[in-house]
């Protein structure tokens, strides 16, 4: 298949677009070189076309293309408010221009890079009232160490489950509403043009050529970075939270996957969970990174952030139903070898 891969200079982009030519794609490669992800003065990676969806014309470039794989976007949690336009921008109007120029091409498969974060604080249980939302997180419940979220009916505990593709989207972060709202245009793209999308929603993706130490960089690209600095990662709250860590050829075999599955689904957007299967509390992932590391062990903090979110957990099962995706590395085998894979070098990090 003709593959236009936005993104691909970026760290999931550059897997997903190897692994495309390895099964036998034509992968044409694209990247904005954001200075956020690259640095101010990037050198073109070999073969990746320098292009901003933002601005530069699309059409030429989309003729032939049998799917569209969109990776390009500005990630992480950003540093305050005044990240909020780019993030519109980058991600927003940056795709609404890409799907615009599908349309007058007749170009009508899709497949999204989305994330986790379109569900916030994921789903509970109660004993009494069943499958809830939790209650919002309470600062003097924080200052006081408890981190647990509590059921918004009784004030009772509750129990994280694993999250479905049918849970309410709960954006919390300016990338999460820019990532809704990205999920949102695809939709009314394929009502529009009969369009097939499929959207990839990706828990905490790690591996080799991880971006270092940013602000706009995920826990284990933080952890790895302290690592590489012969320092303790830093694990805030008490070390409890759930998460999922995929590595990034899975994710990157996902989306080769759904690049060749999405004509066979439905007209409209499918999503799809891409996690591991297999979750973890945040100090047993800290605990695997530094053991395989042999450096020193991780410090639980007790510090929190406000926009933090306490237990997230994606079920990947409609994955394997819809596309036959299966995780093939085990968190506690990735997560090991992350210790000494290669990060990308860092650009330096805005300050608020
Ligand atoms: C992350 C990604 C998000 C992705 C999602 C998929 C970032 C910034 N966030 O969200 O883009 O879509 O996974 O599920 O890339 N923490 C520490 N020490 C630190 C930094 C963070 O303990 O130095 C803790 C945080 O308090 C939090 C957890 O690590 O509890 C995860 O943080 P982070 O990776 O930033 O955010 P996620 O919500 O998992």
Redesign the pocket.
């Known amino acids: 298949m003709r593959v236009l891969l936005t993104g691909a200079a970026g760290f999931i982009g550059t897997h997903i677009g190897r692994l495309a030519v390895e099964r036998g794609h034509q992968v044409i490669a694209l990247d904005a070189y954001l200075r956020q992800a690259h640095g101010e003065h990037a050198a073109p990676v070999p073969g990746v076309h320098r292009l901003d969806l933002r601005h530069d014309s699309l059409d030429d470039v989309l003729s032939g293309v049998d799917v569209v794989c969109h990776q390009a976007a500005m990630?992480?949690?950003?540093v305050d408010a005044q990240d909020l336009p780019d993030y519109a921008d980058h991600n927003d109007h940056g795709q609404a221009r890409l799907l615009a120029a599908m349309a007058r091409v007749g170009v009508r498969h899709l497949v999204l890079a989305?994330?986790?974060?379109v569900y916030g604080d994921g789903r509970y249980t109660c004993p009494e009232h069943g499958d809830v939302p939790p209650a919002a997180r309470r600062v003097d419940a924080l200052d006081a160490g408890l981190f647990d979220p509590r059921c918004p009916h009784c004030g009772g505990e509750i129990t994280w489950r694993l999250i479905g593709e049918d849970t309410p989207f709960l954006p919390r972060?300016s990338?999460?509403a820019s990532?809704v709202a990205q999920e949102h245009y695809a939709s009314a793209w394929c009502t529009l043009e009969h369009g097939r999308a499929i959207a990839l929603?990706?828990?905490?993706?790690y591996g080799p050529g991880m971006p270092a130490?940013t602000p706009?960089?995920?826990?284990?690209?933080?952890?790895r970075s302290?690592i590489a600095r012969e320092e303790s990662?830093?694990?805030?709250?008490d070390?409890g939270?759930m998460?999922?860590f995929v590595h990034v050829h899975d994710v990157a075999l996902a989306n080769v996957l759904a690049i060749e599955k999405v004509g066979q689904h439905d007209e409209g957007l499918t999503p799809y969970n891409i996690?591991s299967g297999q979750p973890c509390t945040?100090l047993t992932m800290?605990e695997t990174l530094a053991g395989a590391s042999g450096g020193a062990p991780p410090v639980v903090?007790g510090?929190?952030?406000r926009?933090?979110?306490?237990h997230?957990v994606?079920s990947p099962a409609a994955a394997t139903a819809g596309l036959g995706f299966t995780a093939q590395i085990a968190p506690v085998e990735g997560l090991a070898a992350l210790a000494s894979d290669p990060l990308r070098s860092a650009p330096r990090p805005r300050q608020p």
Not at 114 to 117: A, L, T
Not at 201 to 205: A, I
Not at 216 to 223: K, L, P, R, S, T
């Open positions: 990630v992480g949690n950003g989305s994330s986790m974060v972060t990338y999460a990532k929603r990706y828990h905490n993706v130490d706009y960089a995920g826990v284990a690209a933080i952890f302290a990662p830093r694990v805030f709250e070390g939270q998460r999922d996690a945040l800290a903090t510090e929190y952030r926009f933090d979110v306490r997230v994606a």
